[in-house]
């Protein structure tokens, strides 16, 4: 027996009404009359059916040290799941001194057992050398296809020059794509001393410690040492104009350069950070909130295809007790905000409706493009025959506010409280199984490991 989707409008590839049948894990079949003896039937007419959206970037269950995310990979994916995204990629980072294998064996312990979405891993190097180059062919063929470097964070996470382009050169030749946080560590670690001593410690100078040009400057850098490295790279969340100027010009000339953005920096601004009081700690991630020039600059980068993903950067720390550990020194609020919920009701909502985004750029930002880039397609990121039934059926009908009292994530607040949000989850496929109705996630933790294909080197992509 099973299960058929019948009256909605499929997404992808154009648009299109069609049924969907769901036979077991995959989809069966999509078309007219294709409905079995003994299936269950689904109505969806006015409704669209989306694959389900994949997720790229996300902080699960993440130690900083001072304290641990809101969110672990149980709350996490139910409330991925309740908004849409049946896959993430969260980011496994290696200890300091210690190897990738130890690092994903913790990151897979995390997780075991707990996913209500599928799941990945990005492998985040903080210490390279001559054994860690050797183990990132290792994880390429564990299924961990995608790295991560960071270039803020100086005493912590962030790598110097030479191990950028050490680890680009490397990537190359060994399918695994490269990605990077771009902001300029050593000045924004200059900035931050500065006006923590002139006794600036309220949580917006966290925003004017990281101007935005110490991003433009390490997303021109990266590309350079990439261009040198002859390596792709993939670059996180975007938030400002230079940062698309860099990217597209990039392109422009060449240059394998994927990027993503995220809600957050298209919808929110740095008048965040006038808020009264401590308020404003909510909104300290990294990069910051932009000014609207640099978030119309991200519009139009989607409008035109520039850009290629976007993710959501889920790191969420509670306001209270956790935001509060900076209370008196914005250098010590944990870095992060929520989002994985939202992420498909925004952009429906502020994107797709207004006109920014067409309905296929939201299912290629949100699913397709980043299936394809971690290698998950076809299995995932389409409606087609053959791939996983992960489907979403989306409800533009339905209206409700955005209220952190009624959100799934296990976080105190969320950024667009008393937001109005158009559309809803109204059914969430995971492998052909319903995981989410009418915006809640119901079930069990089905979700799998998901061993990804390795990224095609330049011979293959160019043919
Ligand atoms: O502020 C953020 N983005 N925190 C999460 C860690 C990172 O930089 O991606
Ligand atoms: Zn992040």
């Avoid at 002859?230 to 940062?243: E, N, Q």
């Avoid at 609020?333 to 797709?352: D, F, K, M, Q």
Wanted: hydrophobic fraction near 40%; glycine fraction near 10%; charge should be negative.
């Amino acid at each position: 027996m099973g299960t058929v989707l019948r009256g909605g409008t499929v997404v992808g590839g154009g648009e299109y009404r069609a049924d969907v049948r769901i036979d077991g894990p995959a989809i069966a079949a999509i078309g007219q009359g294709i409905a079995q003896s003994g299936d269950r039937i689904i109505e969806v007419d006015g409704c669209y059916l989306l694959p389900g959206g994949i997720d790229p970037h996300t902080h699960f269950d993440l130690d900083i040290g001072t304290t641990v995310t809101a969110d672990d990979f149980a709350s996490g994916t139910k409330a991925a799941l309740a908004g849409g995204t049946t896959t993430i990629i969260d980011f496994a980072t290696q200890a300091k001194g210690g190897t990738l294998q130890a690092a994903l064996s913790a990151w897979q312990a995390k997780a075991a057992a707990k996913c209500f979405t599928d799941y990945g891993f990005h492998m985040a190097i903080t210490d390279f050398n001559d054994r860690i180059a050797c183990e990132m062919g290792e994880l390429v063929a564990q299924g961990v296809t995608s790295f991560k470097l960071y270039m803020a964070y100086k005493h912590n996470l962030q790598v110097d020059d030479s191990v950028i382009f050490r680890t680009l050169r490397h990537s190359h030749g060994i399918g695994a794509l490269i990605g990077f946080h771009c902001e300029n560590g050593d000045v924004i670690d200059t900035l931050v001393q500065e006006a923590i001593k002139a006794g600036q410690t309220s949580p917006r100078y966290h925003a004017l410690t990281r101007p935005a040009a110490a991003e433009a400057e390490a997303i021109h850098r990266v590309i350079s040492l990439a261009e040198m490295a002859g390596a792709p790279l993939y670059i996180v969340h975007l938030s400002c104009a230079g940062a698309v100027d860099a990217v597209l010009a990039a392109k422009a000339r060449g240059v394998r350069v994927y990027a993503e953005t995220c809600p957050q920096y298209l919808l929110l601004d740095d008048a965040c950070y006038e808020a009264a009081g401590f308020e404003a700690a909510k909104y300290v991630m990294s990069p910051p909130l932009r000014t609207k020039p640099d978030q119309e600059a991200l519009w139009n980068s989607l409008r035109t295809g520039l850009l290629d993903t976007v993710a959501t950067d889920h790191c969420s720390f509670n306001f209270h007790g956790q935001k509060e550990l900076g209370q008196h020194d914005f250098s010590k609020i944990p870095n992060g905000g929520p989002g994985v919920e939202h992420r498909l009701a925004l952009l429906y909502t502020y994107g797709v409706l207004p006109g920014r985004i067409t309905l296929q750029q939201l299912v290629d930002y949100t699913a397709t493009n980043a299936a394809k880039l971690f290698g998950l397609f076809p299995r995932k990121g389409i409606i087609a025959p053959g791939s996983d039934a992960d489907i979403v059926v989306w409800n533009p009908k339905h209206s409700a506010t955005i209220l952190a009292a009624s959100q799934t994530q296990r976080v105190d607040y969320t950024p667009y409280e008393g937001w109005h949000q158009q559309g809803q989850a109204e059914y969430v496929f995971l492998r052909g199984c319903l995981a989410a109705q009418s915006g809640k996630p119901c079930g069990e933790p089905r979700g799998e490991y998901l061993r990804r294909n390795p990224f095609p080197d330049r011979r293959e992509n160019d043919g």
